[in-house]
């Protein structure tokens, strides 16, 4: 599995680099953080990284760098996980059909 934030474009650049310089094709899943932002926290306007960051207190010394932005994001993961699991979604497969759901379907 793939976890990113705004994961279709990460999957679709590393994706490509894996086919093009590796000849390789990625069969992962992927899960989206911003889906799961829409999901679990509706009211906050803005589901950039960085607003996530700030909402769970996750410090990105190093915003818009690739490793300063996938520790971030896995904070951020860590934090959805928990709220998650208060909501008694805890298997993979859970996940993923709560990140594909639509935002007003109750789980």
Known sequence: MIVAHNAS???GFISHNAQEHLNISLKNDKLCTRK?????LPDLPSKKLSCLCEEFGIQNEQAHRA???VNATA???EA???ILEAQE???EERIFDFEKSPRGKNF
Request: aromatic letters at 20%.
């Open 89 to 91: 979604i805890k298997t």
């Open 36 to 40: 799961l932002a829409n999901r679990l």
């Open 67 to 69: 490793m300063g932005d």
């Open 9 to 11: 474009f990460d999957y």
């Open 75 to 77: 904070a951020v993961f």
């Open 80 to 82: 959805f996980l928990k």
